[in-house]
Each structure stands twice: as C-alpha cells, then as structure tokens.
Nanobody
Framework: VQLQESGPGLLKPSQTLSLTCTVSGGAITISASAWSWIRQPPGKGLEWIGTIRSSGSTYYSPSLESRTIISRDTSKNQFTLHLSSVTPEDTAVYYC??????????WGRGTQVTVSS
C-alpha cells in the first residue's frame, strides 16, 4: 500500500485545512482496515489526529475533536482531513497512514503545513 498526501502548504489563521490522502495498492474499504492522520509539530513528537475505519466510522483525538472531520471518497480511494479554525500551533508535518494492530503499517511521505498571517 502506498499513501500520498496533498493539499495547501500555507494557511492563514482561522482558515480550514483540508488535506487529502490518496491510497494505491489497496482499497480503503477493505474489511477491518483503518486509516489515520498524524502530525508532528516542529521540535515535538508525533500527534495522532484521527482515524476512519473501513466501515466509515471515525474517531478523533479529544484535544482536536471539536475542529476535526475525516471524510472519504471511496470512488477515488481517498480520505480527507478537515481541520477548522487553524492557528500557528497547527503548523506541522502532516502524515496519512494505514493502521495495523494498534500501530502503523504504512506511512505517507508527509506534507508541511504552515499557519501564518
């Protein structure tokens, strides 16, 4: 499975970040699969944002839940992160990933997102 993130690299505060992960080599609807968004702010560790299961159900980090929606387009084999009301604290490298047994089986290469006025 290969994953590729795409989306804008620069946003202004209060805008909504939308990043899409395009998956190849495996369907995002394959039974029992799960797909996540993870980020790494500069100088900090990895932070899980949220996950969408093959069933379409979603769950999010409590600290980000109020601003986060993960959706999917099964016809394109893509899933998308929407993070609203961004601030400079949302500046990070954002990764999409395929989960396996509580961990990560495959990672995208990551995309830099910077929030600045």
């Amino acid at each position: 499975v290969q994953l590729q993130e795409s989306g804008p690299g620069l946003l202004k505060p209060s805008q909504t970040l939308s990043l899409t992960c395009t998956v190849s080599g495996g369907a995002i609807t394959i039974s029992a699969s799960a797909w996540s968004w993870i980020r790494q702010p500069p100088g900090k560790g990895l932070e899980w944002i949220g996950t969408i299961r093959s069933s379409g159900s979603t769950y999010y980090s409590p600290s980000l839940e109020s601003r986060t929606i993960i959706s999917r387009d099964t016809s394109k084999n893509q899933f998308t992160l929407h993070l609203s009301s961004v601030t400079p604290e949302d500046t990070a490298v954002y990764y999409c990933a395929k989960n396996l047994a509580g961990g990560v089986e495959s990672w995208g290469r990551g995309t830099q997102v910077t929030v600045s006025s």
